[in-house]
């Protein structure tokens, strides 16, 4: 048995605003010590549950803020950017299931953090179905027939993933107050409840189905201002919607949709106020 992880930061156990989460804030190098070790309990669990390999994939911002020296030994690491799948680095058919561990919830949801890939963004949608990160990276899960087994972070995100996927586990590290402020377990009590979690959800693997995305997705993006969606529209194959922030991509897979969303809001990031 083989288990994915993708680890964001928001989620973490604790961590309730930007001062943790941004490398060039005051809280950062304590953030990283905190995420290294709530991703430890996770990979420690599912090793003692059986697990051949366990691979962790860094999946905040630059994507390289868990500490490899102090990560478990029989861990893979995958750090650092540009990746061409970013959050889903190194996901393909042989693994048994995914584990996503710090996440959070979409963009213009209640949730500490909330947002979705970069702060361009309003809505993704695949055809009509409107989600946020967790959404996009659980149906790049689905086209390799991986069921997202396990999700934490807040007690929004787990309401949001037990909303995408059926029968998901979900672990609640922290509940949300305000979207800068939270009430959270300790980081051992978190770790004690993710083990739990891991066990529980290996259990109830068989339950859990991939997220199968449509054969030929459409790829909708809404942002926040008519700056962002031009950048976005000059990625050859997109169609921006007239009297709309919205540009649409039609994708020949969920592998295509997942990049032309990885360029779009890149593009889309670029915009300034000026």
């Known amino acids: 048995m083989k288990i994915y992880m993708s680890v964001d930061m928001e989620g973490i156990t604790g961590l309730p605003d930007a001062s943790f989460v941004d490398r060039g804030k005051q809280n950062y190098e304590r953030a990283r010590k905190i995420m290294t070790d ?3 309990y996770v990979i420690q669990a599912a090793f003692d549950y059986g697990a051949e390999e366990v691979l ?4 905040h911002s630059k994507m390289n803020n868990l500490l490899i020296d102090e990560i478990h030994p029989d861990a893979l690491l995958i750090t650092g950017e540009v990746k061409p799948f970013s959050m889903m680095q190194g996901l393909n058919d042989t693994y048994s299931g ?4 710090g996440y959070h919830t979409r963009a213009g949801q209640h949730g500490v953090m909330s947002h979705s890939m970069v702060h361009a963004v309003r809505n993704f949608y695949i055809n009509d179905h409107c989600i946020g990160e967790m959404g996009m990276n659980a149906y790049l899960a689905g086209y390799y027939g991986v069921p997202v087994l396990l999700t934490s972070g807040d007690n929004q995100a787990a309401a949001e993933a037990e909303k995408l996927i059926p029968y998901v586990t979900t672990a609640v590290v922290k509940e949300t107050i305000s979207r800068s402020s939270v009430k959270s377990l300790t980081p051992k009590k ?5 083990t739990e979690k891991v066990k529980m959800a290996l259990d109830n693997r068989h339950l859990t189905e991939p997220l199968i995305p449509p ?3 459409e790829l909708t993006i809404e942002f926040n201002n008519s700056g962002q969606a031009e950048w976005a ?7 921006w919607i ?3 922030t919205k540009v649409r991509f039609q994708a020949k897979d969920m592998k295509e949709a997942y990049q032309a969303m990885l360029v779009m809001t890149e593009l889309a990031a670029l915009t300034t106020f000026s």
């Open 56 to 59: 962790v994939n860094d999946s």
């Open 98 to 101: 995914a584990f996503f561990i």
């Open 190 to 194: 978190a770790g004690q409840l993710l």
């Open 233 to 239: 529209n000059l990625m050859p194959g997109t169609k």
């Open 242 to 244: 007239p009297g709309t």
């Open 38 to 40: 709530e991703a430890n």
């Open 215 to 217: 054969e030929k997705p």
